[in-house]
């Protein structure tokens, strides 16, 4: 028997009406997707029953979907190390992540089968005491715990709400065309992410040059599920006011209980974490030609700077 957590009523439905998920088979996918890692010369990879089922739901179990995403899961950490180096929650720079509720799940969702709602808070952390890589290292890890631990998220999929209040030019600067490349390629091709909506709310003076540039490189699906609101009330149109903290006007508790809730998570998961370093591809090895961060991204490599004029 798979070693998996069984689902809900609710979302057991919606992943065998929208994912293709066949109870029964489900076990059959996860050997023959252990049996593809083990004949790969170069991967290093996870073959936890509950990791693979969350690549296969968010690849509507293609098993050649879930190959090529697992390929390039494990490439970019292996040409990226310093994203899997430092991984412990306990180190300050993840602290201070943690502790000031830069990113926060919210408790309850639309409808009981609606995607789980991330709230986003950038203005929560000082540009100056905080590097581009930290940033990046931070969102890979909320990810790699939701693989693990978030069935809501793997098969009904995320919202994102990304507050922009008391965003400086500090931050926007931090994400350079190089950053949003990386990013987009690691959301789009390496996680089994399914992005069903983001919505920004009080965005600064600036904030279109980081917009336009992360747009391009989204597939035209994701473009247009980007939102920027004017006021709350167009954001209460797509996320019912309720569902928010109450620092928000809504019922969905208080930013400092959520922050204490996501904060025990991640030490829940430290261990989980920190094996990250175990895991990735050994391009030496790889049959054909290797994987760069030019042939992944497309580009040298180097976090340059944004310039603004």
Same mark, same amino acid.
């Given at each position: 028997?798979?070693?998996?957590?069984?689902?809900?009523?609710?979302?057991?439905?919606?992943?065998?009406?929208?994912?293709?998920?066949?109870?029964?088979r489900?076990?059959?996918?996860?050997?023959?997707?252990?049996?593809?890692?083990?004949?790969?010369?170069?991967?290093?990879?996870?073959?936890?029953?509950?990791?693979?089922?969350?690549?296969?739901?968010?690849?509507?179990?293609?098993?050649?979907?879930?190959?090529?995403?697992?390929?390039i899961?494990?490439?970019?950490?292996?040409?990226?190390?310093?994203?899997?180096?430092?991984s412990?929650?306990l180190?300050e720079?993840?602290?201070?992540?943690?502790?000031?509720?830069?990113?926060?799940?919210?408790?309850?969702?639309?409808?009981?089968?609606?995607?789980?709602?991330?709230? *986003?808070?950038?203005?929560?952390?000082?540009?100056?005491?905080?590097?581009? *890589? %930290?940033?990046?290292?931070?969102?890979?890890?909320?990810?790699?715990i939701?693989?693990?631990?978030?069935d809501?998220?793997?098969?009904?999929?995320v919202?994102?709400?990304?507050?922009?209040?008391?965003?400086?030019?500090a931050?926007?600067?931090?994400?350079?065309?190089?950053?949003?490349?990386?990013?987009?390629?690691?959301?789009?091709?390496?996680?089994?992410?399914r992005?069903?909506?983001?919505?920004?709310?009080?965005?600064?003076?600036?904030?279109?040059?980081?917009f336009?540039?992360?747009?391009?490189f989204?597939?035209?699906?994701?473009?247009?599920?980007?939102?920027?609101h004017? %006021?709350l009330?167009?954001?209460?149109?797509? *996320?019912?006011?309720?569902?928010?903290?109450?620092?928000?006007?809504?019922?969905g508790?208080?930013?400092?209980?959520?922050?204490?809730?996501?904060?025990?998570?991640?030490? =829940?998961?430290? %261990?989980?974490?920190?094996? =990250?370093?175990?895991?990735?591809?050994?391009?030496?090895?790889?049959?054909?030609?290797?994987?760069?961060?030019?042939?992944?991204?497309? *580009?040298?490599?180097?976090?340059?700077?944004?310039?603004? %004029?």
């Amino acid at each position: 028997m798979a070693n998996i957590r069984p689902l809900p009523v609710h979302l057991a439905l919606k992943a065998q009406n929208e994912l293709n998920e066949v109870p029964e088979r489900i076990e059959e996918d996860l050997n023959a997707l252990k049996t593809w890692i083990r004949q790969q010369p170069h991967l290093r990879a996870r073959t936890d029953d509950q990791f693979l089922v969350g690549f296969l739901r968010g690849c509507k179990y293609s098993l050649e979907r879930v190959k090529k995403k697992l390929d390039i899961y494990y490439s970019f950490r292996t040409n990226l190390p310093d994203l899997i180096m430092n991984s412990d929650p306990l180190l300050e720079k993840n602290k201070l992540f943690l502790k000031q509720g830069v990113g926060l799940r919210l408790p309850n969702t639309i409808t009981p089968d609606g995607a789980c709602i991330l709230l *986003i808070r950038p203005e929560r952390y000082d540009p100056a005491k905080v590097d581009i *890589i %930290d940033i990046f290292r931070y969102i890979v890890m909320v990810f790699d715990i939701f693989i693990i631990d978030n069935d809501q998220w793997t098969v009904s999929g995320v919202l994102e709400v990304i507050d922009l209040a008391n965003v400086t030019m500090a931050h926007i600067l931090q994400f350079t065309p190089i950053y949003i490349k990386k990013l987009s390629v690691i959301c789009q091709d390496a996680m089994p992410l399914r992005l069903k909506g983001v919505h920004c709310i009080n965005a600064p003076p600036g904030f279109d040059t980081v917009f336009n540039s992360f747009k391009r490189f989204l597939s035209e699906k994701n473009r247009n599920r980007i939102y920027i609101h004017g %006021d709350l009330g167009n954001l209460y149109k797509h *996320i019912p006011q309720k569902l928010l903290p109450t620092e928000y006007g809504g019922e969905g508790g208080s930013i400092k209980d959520l922050t204490t809730c996501w904060e025990n998570k991640f030490l =829940e998961y430290r %261990d989980y974490l920190m094996e =990250e370093s175990k895991y990735g591809t050994d391009e030496k090895k790889r049959p054909g030609r290797p994987k760069t961060e030019e042939t992944l991204f497309g *580009i040298d490599g180097s976090f340059r700077k944004l310039s603004v %004029d």
